[in-house]
């Protein structure tokens, strides 16, 4: 089992930008990729991006992609989403999580380890 922890998220204006960060501990090894979502009030958790441990090849939902960046620190087993020109409908709780298989990644049922999530709030 892999734990996650993420943190950084928070309340930022219209524009603004905010890192998530993902600490991933346990049994990382058995890892072999990365994934956000993101949850709003009365929603379905939605696909926001992946990453590949291995390779550090990365996919992005279309409603985030030029604004959102996912990258990894394989020595820290960390993942971090760099969120850029925010807006409101980013607002969400947004969780990090981890899958032993490389394919099927924008579905929540490929991953195996949730972290607890993290609050963005954006103001218009």
């Known amino acids: 089992q892999v734990q996650l922890v993420e943190s950084g998220g928070g309340l930022v204006q219209a524009g603004g930008s905010l890192r998530l960060s993902c600490a991933a501990s346990?049994?990382?090894?058995?890892?072999?990729?990365m994934g956000w979502f993101r949850q709003a009030p009365g929603k379905e958790r939605e696909f926001v991006a992946f990453i590949l441990w291995s390779s550090g090849g990365t996919y992005y939902a279309d409603s985030v992609k030029g604004r959102f960046t996912i990258s990894r620190d394989n020595a820290k087993n960390t993942v971090y989403l760099q969120m850029n020109s925010l807006k409101p409908e980013d607002t969400a709780v947004y969780y990090c999580?981890?899958?032993?298989?490389?394919?099927?990644?924008?579905?929540?049922?490929?991953?195996?380890?949730w972290g607890r999530g993290t609050q963005v709030t954006v103001s218009s």
């Open positions: 346990g049994r990382t090894f058995s890892s072999s990729a």
């Open positions: 999580a981890a899958s032993k298989i490389t394919r099927l990644l924008t579905t929540p049922n490929a991953y195996d380890d």
